[in-house]
Structures are given as structure tokens and as C-alpha cells.
Nanobody
Framework: QVQLVESGGGLVQPGDSLRLSCTAS????????VGWFRQAPGKGREGVSY??????????DYADSVKGRFTISRDNAKNTVYLQMNSLKPEDAAIYYC????????????????????WGQGTQVTVSS
């Protein structure tokens, strides 16, 4: 059974950090592009970051709103992708989801959710003083 499970969300103050985890079961995450997305109340789903295949060039990219603050990485031994979030702002508050395509492919726009098939249940991030 293919499954993605996010964890690591919580309530933090502005300027704090969190590390989100996305752990896969039923398939090897290193064979897939993995994206992080978020959705705030009343807003559409937004691409936050992605990381390419482990045996590729390790390409990563970020939404402009998080560049310089968020870092995506892999731990293949743990079949997990992380999203390190530093200098959190109130506007970062959302439910965060990780996702992977149905098979080994690089989406045309990896920060667009169109080509992603497997999704986790989400983890809530709240940033408030």
C-alpha cells in the first residue's frame, strides 16, 4: 500500500523554525520527485518546494515566498523527505502536504500540483505570537 505521511507541524511564534517530515511506505521515495505544498484557509493550494530524483542532479526549487528560509532535503535510508522551515512568518501558516507523481517523472512544473498523484494527509503549521 502506497502511503505518504507528514509530521512535524505545530504552533510556533514568528521567527521560529520547524522541520516537516514526509515518510513513504510501499515505495522508494528516492525514485520519485517529491513536492511540498501548502493550503491556507480560503486559499488555493500553493507549491512550496520540490526535490528531484536521488540519482539525478538533486535539483531543488522553492516558491519565491520561501526562498532563503526553507530547505528541502532527503534521507534515503529513512525513505523520508524533509522541509526545514526557518524564520517562519504568520503568512506561512497553512496545512502542509507532501506529494509524489504516480511514477518516475519530472513534472513540467514541479511546483504545480497537476502531475502529483500520491498525497499525504497534511500537517498543520500555525505561526502566531
Amino acid at each position: 500500500q502506497v502511503q505518504l505521511v507528514e509530521s512535524g507541524g505545530g504552533l510556533v511564534q514568528p521567527g521560529d523554525s520547524l522541520r516537516l517530515s514526509c515518510t513513504a511506505s510501499g515505495f522508494s521515495l528516492d525514485d520519485y520527485v517529491v513536492g511540498w505544498f501548502r493550503q491556507a484557509p480560503g486559499k488555493g493550494r500553493e507549491g512550496v518546494s520540490y526535490i528531484s530524483f536521488s540519482d539525478g542532479d538533486g535539483t531543488t526549487d522553492y516558491a519565491d515566498s520561501v526562498k532563503g528560509r526553507f530547505t528541502i532535503s532527503r534521507d534515503n535510508a529513512k525513505n523520508t523527505v524533509y522541509l526545514q522551515m526557518n524564520s517562519l512568518k504568520p503568512e506561512d501558516a497553512a496545512i502542509y502536504y507532501c506529494a509524489a507523481p504516480a511514477y518516475r517523472l519530472l513534472p513540467y512544473d514541479p511546483l504545480d500540483d497537476n502531475d502529483y498523484h500520491y498525497w499525504g494527509q497534511g500537517t498543520q503549521v500555525t505561526v502566531s505570537s
